[in-house]
Nanobody, 114 residues
């Protein structure tokens, strides 16, 4: 069974930056379409960004120009660079395939607050 582990979250002030990381045991992430998702309290989980096997990226409108998804094949890691963070970005962030097919990990909490 694939185990997803997300990290890099934290408390940051509005306008700040964070970089999230995602690793998966037993899988080469580079061959999958991978996505970053988020879920805020009381809301449904939503797709934030995705990166296709060939490297093409796609973003939700609410993060375009602020977030960047990337991956490092050598480290088997998918990243989400988040800049110009807003309070409404506060959520637990998860990675998974896109569409999601693996068991969800614990996620990493991102809190944007002054």
């Amino acid at each position: 069974q694939v185990q997803l582990v997300e990290s890099g979250g934290g408390l940051v002030q509005p306008g700040g930056s964070l970089r999230l990381s995602c690793v998966a045991s037993g899988r080469m992430l580079s061959i999958y379409n991978m996505g970053w998702y988020r879920q805020a309290p009381g809301k449904q989980r939503e797709l934030v960004a995705r990166i296709m096997g060939g490297g093409t990226t796609d973003y939700a409108d609410f993060v375009k120009g602020r977030f960047t998804i990337s991956r490092d094949k050598a480290k088997n890691t998918v990243y989400l660079q988040m800049n110009s963070l807003k309070p409404e970005d506060t959520a637990t962030y998860y990675c998974n395939t896109n569409p999601s097919t693996w068991t969800w990990g614990q996620g990493t909490q991102v809190t944007v607050s002054s």
